[in-house]
C-alpha cells in the first residue's frame, strides 16, 4: 500500500517515541513487539505498548493504550498516532485499532520499522468505509 504523504520530522519524533514505549511491550504470548504514540492537538505526546494476556481477546492493543492514556489525562482532540513493529513493512493498525482512531477524529497514521523505515498514511487509506454510529430515532410512545 503507497503511503499517503511525506514523513516530517514530528512524524519521526513521534516514532521515536513508539519506538522507546515498544522495548515495554508485555508479549509472553507471541512475542510480538508493538509500541505506538498519539500526538494531541497541543502537541503533547502520550506512549503506550502492546499487552497481551494468555486468555484471548483479554490483552490490549499499543494504539489504544496510548490513545486511552491521552484521554484518561483529558485530552480528547487528538492531530496523529504513530505505530512501530518489527514487521516488514512495518503493521499498519489493526482493524479493531483503526476503528478507535476514527472514531477519536485521527487521521495521520505513522507507521516505522524498528529499524527506522518510516511511511505516513492517511486513516481512510487504511479504512475506507468506517462504521458510524448513528442512535436510532426515538420511539413515540
Known sequence: MPASS??????????????????????????????????????????????????????????????????????????????????DPPATPCGSCRQTLDHWGIRRVIVAHEDGRTQVFDLAELLPESFKWMPEPPTPN
Not at 516530517?8 to 522495548?23: G, K, S, W
Not at 508479549?27 to 494476556?53: I, K, Q, S, Y
Open 6 to 87: 511525506a514523513v516530517t520530522d514530528a512524524d519521526l519524533a513521534l516514532a521515536e517515541a513508539a519506538r522507546q514505549a515498544r522495548e515495554n511491550a508485555w508479549v509472553p504470548v507471541t512475542g510480538f513487539r508493538v509500541g505506538a504514540a498519539v500526538r494531541t492537538a497541543d502537541g503533547l505526546v502520550f506512549a503506550g505498548c502492546n499487552v497481551e494476556h494468555p486468555v484471548p481477546h483479554e490483552g490490549s492493543c499499543a494504539e489504544k493504550v496510548a490513545l486511552y492514556h491521552a484521554v484518561a489525562e483529558g485530552h480528547r482532540n487528538f492531530e496523529a498516532v504513530a505505530v512501530v513493529s518489527h514487521n
